[in-house]
């Protein structure tokens, strides 16, 4: 069984920066696509960004690019979200996932585990 822990989310005021984390224990595997996703009070579950196994390719929400990048240490099973320029509409609480195709999938439906999650609250 994988499990995934999120830490790192805060209060901010707009502009500022804040770096989430997503340490994976269990059943770890380089091999998994990873992915964040974000869920405001009464909305769906969105997608933020995502990493593939392997060759690292990413890709992002529109709303995210530039702002915020996602990274991976598979040798400490942490998955990374460095969030700047952080706005108002980025309150949410931020999940992280793995997919165990290793893909970096936008779709929630292919992701195989979930962390909990953590808050992110961006003041303005």
């Known amino acids: 069984q994988l499990e995934l822990v999120e830490s790192g989310g805060g209060l901010v005021q707009a502009g500022g920066s804040l770096r989430l984390s997503c340490a994976a224990s269990?059943?770890?595997?380089?091999?998994?696509?990873m992915g964040w996703f974000r869920q405001a009070p009464g909305k769906d579950r969105e997608f933020v960004a995502a990493?593939?196994?392997?060759?690292?390719?990413?890709s992002y929400a529109d709303s995210v690019k530039g702002r915020f990048t996602i990274s991976r240490d598979n040798a400490k099973n942490t998955v990374y979200l460095q969030m700047n320029s952080l706005k108002p509409e980025d309150t949410a609480v931020y999940f992280c996932?793995?997919?165990?195709?290793?893909?970096?999938?936008?779709?929630?439906?292919?992701?195989?585990?979930w962390g909990q999650g953590t808050q992110v609250t961006v003041s303005s």
């Open positions: 990493i593939s196994s392997g060759s690292g390719k990413t």
């Open positions: 269990g059943r770890t595997n380089s091999r998994y696509g």
């Open positions: 996932a793995a997919d165990f195709d290793g893909l970096p999938t936008s779709t929630k439906n292919d992701y195989d585990s």
